[in-house]
């Protein structure tokens, strides 16, 4: 098969153009992810290098080596660039720009300049420092499971080993000292791995941007917007992942006499109660435990393999630090929780229900939901600000 040099260079140039212009338009509708900006400039930029490269022999070399490389080193930077502002890391000028600019400081050097092999091992090493650096930084994420992530780092280091391997194989093979290439075979193999690396990479990006996009519509979609804790869709979710998984026990708190906190200092006391409360009973529940709002001033914690006494202490640890709650903008307000506490086992046959071979883990927690509201019930008829464990025969706890 034979590779038509002309024609791939103009192909790349095509491809890398489209490209770009479709990060741009994309990065024109999501401004936040200013990856997609670097990475359009990139595309655009590299464009422009192929075509300085593609006009060797018409234009003077110092524009089609000098400018040309420092154009695609360029490029190079502003891939890495993207894949910082991706992490959501600084992106500074000179770290983009220095490759291009050792490049054009090197050229400088007539020694540099007239040896072909000096020149394609330094441009040869910024290249693979630039996508090693891009590959680093996507694959030392900081949690974010994106599925495109781990490939996207994987074609960038293997792109900087490519770019690498050239440094041996100019110092190995014979190659002469002086000059440019000029063999369309070679011409027209590196512009069809540029086309495939520019390809793969610009896909593997906007699916790693759709990907960001999607989870942060799921996370908002399961977060309370006031308190920043799961909702009850969420928390419904998390308790039949609990409860398929064995025994758990229910907290189910209510803040008393939030009406009136509501009624005489007005919403905005109100919802620093909630937001409050949730902080404070964040800082003392235990790890692992699904915490949740279930709606107005009332909220939910599933504790996976937690006995009753374990889950009455937790219960209590909460309500104590909400009765330590002073509000900044009311400092003299109390505020006091109560809690009904409910365990998993026997929840059916705890309501009377006879718990057929078709019960789900869903069915297992509005069983739960509905005790424990029995036992928060209780409490509230006992006085409030206390906890009442949920079973034969409700109990306060001491």
């Not at 959501?88 to 050792?102: D, E, I, K, Y």
Request: proline share 5%.
């Amino acid at each position: 098969m034979k590779l038509d040099a002309p024609t791939l260079v103009t192909v790349t140039i095509f491809v890398m153009v489209v490209m770009g212009g479709l990060y741009l338009l994309s990065w024109s509708q999501a401004r936040r992810t200013l990856a997609l900006g670097f990475l359009g400039a990139a595309q655009i930029v590299g464009a422009a290098a192929v075509v300085l490269f593609g006009l060797r022999g018409h234009i003077p070399d110092w524009i089609s080596i000098g400018f040309a490389n420092a154009a695609m080193l360029l490029a190079f930077g502003l891939i890495w660039a993207g894949a910082r502002s991706f992490e959501g890391r600084r992106v500074t000028g000179w770290q983009t720009g220095a490759g291009a600019a050792l490049w054009l400081a090197a050229c400088l050097v007539p020694p540099f300049y007239a040896s072909l092999g000096a020149r394609v091992i330094l441009a040869s090493a910024v290249a693979g420092l630039y996508c090693a650096l891009a590959a680093r930084t996507l694959w030392h994420h900081r949690g974010e499971r994106l599925p495109s992530r781990a490939p996207a780092a994987i074609l960038l280091a293997s792109e900087g080993l490519m770019a690498w391997a050239r440094i041996p194989a100019t110092l190995v093979l014979p190659a002469p000292l002086v000059g440019t290439p000029t063999d369309p075979f070679w011409v027209a193999v590196l512009c069809f791995i540029a086309l495939l690396y520019t390809v793969a990479v610009a896909v593997l990006f906007m699916a790693m941007a759709k990907e960001r996009l999607e989870a942060e519509q799921r996370h908002a979609a399961e977060t309370d917007p006031l308190t920043g804790i799961a909702n009850r869709r969420a928390l419904a979710g998390e308790a039949r992942r609990i409860l398929a998984a064995g025994p758990a026990a229910l907290l189910l708190f209510d803040l008393d006499h939030f009406k009136r906190v509501n009624d005489t200092f007005g919403h905005a006391v109100g919802d620093a109660v909630l937001v409050g409360f949730c902080a404070a009973a964040r800082q003392v529940l235990p790890v692992g435990a699904a915490f949740g709002r279930l709606g107005g001033e009332e909220f939910a914690c599933l504790l996976p393999g937690a006995g009753p006494g374990v889950a009455a202490s937790i219960a209590e640890t909460v309500r104590h630090a909400v009765a330590g709650m002073r509000p900044d903008i009311v400092p003299g307000l109390a505020v006091t929780v109560s809690v009904g506490v409910a365990r998993s086992l026997g929840v059916a046959r705890s309501l009377g229900v006879a718990k057929s071979a078709g019960d789900t883990a869903s069915g297992d927690f509005e069983a739960l939901l509905a005790l424990a509201d029995r036992a928060l019930y209780e409490a509230k008829a006992q006085g409030r600000d206390r906890v009442v464990v949920a079973g034969p025969g409700l109990r306060q706890v001491a």
